[in-house]
């Protein structure tokens, strides 16, 4: 019987596709299928009767990214491990379903097809082909339970209330120059110390981010990053911020925490900043170094 062209790729087709599970087979040997064999893993727990992560909770996980044996990406080269958020089920994806599987200390390998997740991948999409599988290892370091982050936050919104309410008094004590244990740098920057930090120090060039409070100086507030919970992210030594927010960043290490006075020449100048600082003014931050990574 002859075949027909189009009966000939379907023959072509289902062989090239058998090739291609039956590898998936040698690779997933070994490993659990996750319900309807959305991906396969296999889990390594310390912890056998832990908690598992529910919706809602916070967990730090560390990750690689791998194409067989080579590591594409990793979190281990950063400072801190990865803070994620559980969402609810109808947002989840393998990602968060394999962290529900794991408990604290818990390490989990993941493997899925690499066509099914491009979006995470990110520039490493182009490394991998047709059917190839991808592998996944995640480590669970942290679970906060909804307790402990209702409790953290309290404290941290108690904190901030009292630096918001605290740094009109400095302010007004480093303007008849009674505040004690000011310093200053050779440019004229004015700081206070309140914590040196004890990670990474920066230093420019580096990535950092930084929470901050910036008030006028009559002491009010004229912005505010902790309200919306996001830092800001740069490049220390950066031209593109006034130079005195600048040189204060490389004055912590990383959890340090301070209060710049900078003068207008290292803030904003005759210009000002619209209606929030008057041309000529100081500018005083309240500035938290989150993360620092290193050049």
């Known amino acids: 019987m002859r075949l027909t062209f189009f009966s000939s790729i379907i023959i072509i087709l289902f062989t090239f596709s058998s090739c291609q599970r039956a590898a998936w087979k040698k690779q997933t040997k070994g490993l659990k299928p996750y319900k309807k064999n959305e991906f396969w893993y296999k889990k390594f727990s310390q912890n056998p009767t832990g908690t598992l992560p529910q919706v809602g909770e916070e967990v730090r996980i560390d990750y690689t990214l791998k194409k067989g044996t080579q590591i594409l990406d990793s979190s281990y080269d950063n400072v801190y491990p990865v803070l994620v958020q559980i969402p609810e089920d109808r947002y989840d994806n393998f990602f968060t379903k394999a962290l529900k599987l794991m408990a604290e200390g818990d390490s989990l390998q993941l493997l899925i097809p690499a066509a099914e997740v491009p979006e995470l991948l990110g520039q490493y999409v182009l490394e991998f082909e047709g059917e190839d599988l991808v592998t996944f290892t995640y480590k669970m370091h942290q679970i906060k339970t909804q307790a402990n982050l209702q409790s953290e936050i309290l404290s941290e919104q108690v904190y901030l209330d009292s630096i918001r309410l605290k740094i009109p008094e400095l302010v007004t004590q480093f303007k008849h120059k009674t505040l004690p244990n000011i310093q200053k740098t050779a440019s004229g920057l004015s700081y206070l ?11 420019n060039g580096d990535a950092v981010s930084v929470h901050y409070i910036c008030f006028s100086d ?37 959890g340090g925490k301070a209060v710049l006075f900078i003068p207008p020449n290292l803030a904003y100048g005759a210009r000002g900043n619209g209606d929030a600082i008057a041309p000529n003014s100081w500018v005083i931050f309240f500035i938290e170094l989150m993360d620092v990574q290193k050049k």
């Open 218 to 254: 009559t002491g009010k507030i004229v912005d505010d990053s902790y309200t919306n919970m996001v830092p800001l992210s740069f490049i220390a030594g950066s031209q593109s911020l006034i130079q005195g927010w600048s040189e204060g960043t490389t004055l912590l290490s990383q």
């Open 193 to 203: 110390i309140f914590d040196k930090g004890s990670g990474p120090k920066a230093i």
